[in-house]
């Protein structure tokens, strides 16, 4: 129903910004909720920042409050994640996925893309 596609992962110096962009394709890609996911090294896979299809922000994890931003450009049906003051704790492979209300398990998945903070 949806296929999701991130960009824009790479190597930044602690301080940097990087914008990650998931391009979606599909059918009703208003009735979806989008989030952003990440996975470090050793670690399990953590939401960090939701953002409604349909309007409004659904919420970020404490850790990135002040400093992620959720963007979605409707024309293009691309849902972006503005990361600034990037630390090396931020390391890891971030994903773009969606779900469909009410059910809460984000379905769809992209294949990730790497973002590296080095100190």
């Known amino acids: 129903q949806v296929q999701l596609v991130e960009s824009g992962g790479g190597l930044v110096q602690a301080g940097g910004s990087l914008r990650l962009s998931c391009a979606a394709s599909?059918?009703?890609?208003?009735?979806?909720?989008m989030g952003w996911f990440r996975q470090a090294p050793g670690k399990e896979r953590e939401f960090v920042a939701g953002?409604?299809?349909?309007?409004?922000?659904?919420g970020y994890v404490d850790s990135v409050k002040g400093r992620f931003t959720i963007f979605r450009d409707n024309a293009k049906n691309t849902v972006y994640l503005e990361m600034n003051n990037l630390k090396p704790e931020d390391t890891a492979v971030y994903y773009c996925?969606?779900?469909?209300?009410?059910?809460?398990?984000?379905?769809?998945w992209g294949q990730g893309t790497q973002v590296t903070v080095s100190s």
């Open positions: 953002f409604s299809w349909s309007g409004g922000v659904a």
């Open positions: 996925a969606a779900r469909r209300p009410p059910g809460g398990i984000y379905q769809y």
């Open positions: 599909g059918r009703s890609l208003g009735s979806y909720v």
